[in-house]
């Protein structure tokens, strides 16, 4: 069983909702990765946050905001979305710093914008 | 820069076949790392295996094996008697030795037909 739990598993949500992907890590990593995934496609990076500090921004629209409230939570939170944004939306952690530690994935959040 | 590349889109195979899935990279780093990500239908990516530029050993776990070779840039991944169970989408991924960046390829997606 994975380590890094996601929730919801499912999210179908209005464009004028406001809603939020939750991610929790058991492992002691202090790295944490929010990754959006499009059908038959690879992961595509959107944040990272190193020590509870957001260190990668991928230019990210601001419609997604992520938060760190600790070492072991991250969120995601969704605002004004566009049918666009329906994906998989996958959590991850590792290790902080270097390339060399393993990402580990969640499971993932299916979203979908209507 | 980096690169990640898995020239084969599909691959169909009968239940007990082996299948080489090909995954080729580039990097001018001396120092970097090289991972396989296994994707079921579900959602969730699930690590395989690490391998270290420095470290040309192959590796076989259970049906699962590895060939890396630098000289031709290239960290192939066979599954000896495939199963059913084995269908998923597969990535090939590459990081440098610093930053939490990971360079995926496009992946893999493999079929077993019983």
């Known amino acids: 069983d994975t380590e890094v739990t996601q929730t919801p598993k499912h999210l179908v949500m209005g464009m004028t909702n406001k809603k939020s992907l939750k991610c929790e890590q058991h492992?002691?990593?202090?790295?944490m990765y929010w990754y959006k995934q499009k059908a038959k496609k690879p992961p595509e990076l959107m944040f990272v946050?190193?020590?509870?500090?957001?260190?990668i921004n991928e230019s990210v629209p601001s419609r997604f905001s992520p938060e760190c409230p600790n070492s072991s939570l991250l969120n995601l939170h969704l605002h004004a979305l566009q049918p666009e944004d329906s994906a998989l939306y996958l959590c991850?952690?590792?290790?902080?710093?270097?390339?060399?530690?393993?990402?580990?994935f969640g499971e993932g959040s299916w979203l979908t914008v209507v | 820069a980096q690169k990640v590349t898995q020239a084969q889109t599909e691959i169909s195979v009968v239940e007990k076949e082996d299948v080489t899935l090909d995954c080729v990279y580039e990097?001018?780093?001396?120092?970097?790392?090289l991972f396989w990500y296994k994707q079921p239908p579900s959602g969730e990516l699930v690590f395989l295996i690490r391998?270290?530029?420095?470290?040309?050993q192959n590796e076989i776990s259970g049906r699962y094996s590895w060939n890396f070779q630098k000289s031709t840039s290239s960290f192939n991944f066979t599954i000896t008697a495939s199963q059913v169970v084995d269908s998923a989408v597969y990535f090939c991924?590459?990081?440098?030795?610093?930053?939490?960046?990971?360079?995926f390829g496009t992946g893999t997606s493999l079929t077993v037909i019983p």
């Open positions: 991850a952690s590792s290790q902080a710093g270097e390339g060399r530690n393993t990402i580990y």
């Open positions: 492992m002691g990593h202090r790295a």
């Open positions: 946050y190193s020590y509870e500090k957001l260190s």
């Open positions: 990097t001018r780093d001396t120092t970097y790392y």
């Open positions: 391998r270290n530029s420095f470290d040309e």
């Open positions: 991924a590459l990081s440098a030795n610093t930053g939490n960046q990971f360079y």
